[in-house]
């Protein structure tokens, strides 16, 4: 059974740091990429960023450009997303996900497998 669970997340305030880890079992962790969403409140799923499945191509949307690092241990299955200088519009609850492509996308339709999600509230 293949499971991906997200730790990290909690209250920051503006300008702070978070650091969120991806722990992923059941499935071979390096064919897949990987990904980070997030969902506000009565927004859409939106894609963060995404790695490749050896962790050489990374890709981010222009929200966490400069801002946020995602980066993967193929060796402790886990992924993770070191987001800086946090605004209080990063709050929302993230997501990680698996996709079988070689890079990942920024399409949620294409992961194959998602975690449960972590909040992360940002408070000006």
């Known amino acids: 059974q293949v499971q991906l669970v997200e730790s990290g997340g909690g209250l920051v305030q503006a300008g702070g740091s978070l650091r969120l880890s991806c722990a992923a079992s059941g499935l071979t962790f390096s064919a897949y990429a990987m990904g980070w969403f997030r969902q506000a409140p009565g927004k859409e799923r939106e894609a963060v960023a995404c790695?490749?499945?050896?962790?050489?191509?990374?890709y981010y949307v222009d929200s966490g450009k400069g801002r946020f690092t995602i980066s993967r241990d193929n060796a402790k299955n886990t992924a993770y997303l070191q987001m800086n200088s946090l605004k209080p519009e990063d709050t929302a609850v993230y997501y990680c996900a698996a996709d079988r492509s070689l890079t990942g996308s920024y399409f949620p339709r294409t992961y194959a497998y998602w975690g449960q999600g972590t909040q992360v509230t940002v408070s000006s």
């Open positions: 790695i490749s499945r050896g962790g050489g191509t990374e």
